[in-house]
């Protein structure tokens, strides 16, 4: 099975940066996934990481450590279009399940 | 990147009727469909997994007979709530993956209202 834990809400400046940390647990491990989810849409994929380390893919970097079955998505410069869920989603299990998700309230 | 539709985006229907939701993906080959409900200010919830040409299968708790699901080709499934009742109304949203991915992408989601 698997056990995903990232906090329930976060608050942030419009501008500033953010970081929305995840820690799961799980069998048959191959990466971790970042899905923004807007109130009332469907989830959209963000990031997929597979080795440790850093990838930044414009303002948005994630970062994946497998060995403490940790990783943050790291948000800079942030826009009020920012507000929204953030999924974190480990793959490798033939059953996926996401997390509570992050809600990111960003206020100007 | 991959595109997934669905269809209905949004349907009222009354106590009783059933209700056919389409999944389709459109530039590419979905060997494995999924099928989550989202109830408002909760998280994506897993009902079945839909592999092509194969039975569905369903999640504890989520009765096979009453959300019937076919994924007849490599890029449709479909979703039928079979005599739907207030309490379906939900947020249906499906996901597809192709073989050898792990990538799930998502439709737009259909928002069911039972009346």
């Known amino acids: 099975g698997q056990n995903i834990d990232q906090p329930t809400e976060m608050t942030a400046t419009e501008g500033a940066i953010v970081q929305i940390n995840c820690t799961y647990q799980t069998s048959g491990f191959n990466g971790l996934f970042w899905y923004q989810q807007h109130a009332g849409e469907a989830p959209t994929f963000l990031s997929y990481n597979v080795l440790d380390g850093l990838e930044e893919k414009g303002r948005f970097s994630s970062f994946l450590s497998r060995s403490k079955g940790y990783s943050y998505l790291l948000l800079k410069e942030l826009q009020m279009k920012d507000s929204a869920s953030y999924l974190c989603a480990p793959g490798g299990s033939y059953i996926p399940t996401f997390g509570r998700g992050t809600s990111l309230i960003v206020h100007p | 990147g991959a595109v997934v539709s669905q269809h209905p985006s949004r349907v009222i229907c009354k106590s009783g009727t059933s209700v056919k939701i389409e999944c389709r993906s459109l530039?590419?080959?979905?060997?494995?469909m999924f099928w989550y409900r989202q109830f408002p200010k909760q998280s994506l919830m897993l009902m079945a997994t839909s592999n092509e040409g194969s039975k569905a299968t369903y999640e504890q708790g989520v009765e096979k007979d009453k959300f019937l699901i076919n994924h007849a080709s490599l890029t449709l499934s479909t979703l039928t709530v079979t005599s739907a009742h207030p309490e379906d109304s939900s947020f249906y949203i499906c996901?597809?993956?192709?073989?050898?991915?792990?990538?799930?992408?998502f439709g737009p989601g259909t928002r069911l209202l039972v009346l």
């Open positions: 530039d590419f080959q979905a060997t494995t």
């Open positions: 996901s597809a993956r192709d073989l050898g991915e792990e990538t799930q992408y």
